[in-house]
Nanobody, 124 residues
Framework: QLQLVESGGGLVQPGGALRLSCAASGFTLDAYTIGWFRQAPGKEREGVSCISFDGGITNYVDSVKGRFTISRDNAKKTVYLQMNSLKPEDAAIYYC?????????????????WGQGTQVTVSS
């Protein structure tokens, strides 16, 4: 079973940047579309961005378009989320998981499990 581990979160000031990593073990990563999701306190988990198995298709939730960039290196079995111009409302626990791109939405695959996530805090 594909297992994913998130890392790269931390505390950053508004306007700052972070790069999150999603490292895979077990099965090869290049068969999977992968999504980044986030959950802030008191809010539902939302799909932030998805990338297709070969990196050819990506999508983003409207609130991060132009600021976040998803990418992948299948040889390194890692998917990245570069987050620039961070805002306080980006603060959340970020998770990665196998996903599906459905129109403009990034949806976790039904049989995918959540990992521990990585905490992103945006505060001055």
């Amino acid at each position: 079973q594909l297992q994913l581990v998130e890392s790269g979160g931390g505390l950053v000031q508004p306007g700052g940047a972070l790069r999150l990593s999603c490292a895979a073990s077990g099965f090869t990563l290049d068969a999977y579309t992968i999504g980044w999701f986030r959950q802030a306190p008191g809010k539902e988990r939302e799909g932030v961005s998805c990338i297709s198995f070969d990196g050819g298709i990506t999508n983003y939730v409207d609130s991060v378009k132009g600021r976040f960039t998803i990418s992948r290196d299948n040889a390194k079995k890692t998917v990245y989320l570069q987050m620039n111009s961070l805002k306080p409302e980006d603060a959340a626990i970020y998770y990665c998981a196998p996903a599906r791109i459905i129109g403009r939405y990034c949806v976790r695959s039904a049989d995918a499990n959540w990992g521990q996530g990585t905490q992103v805090t945006v505060s001055s």
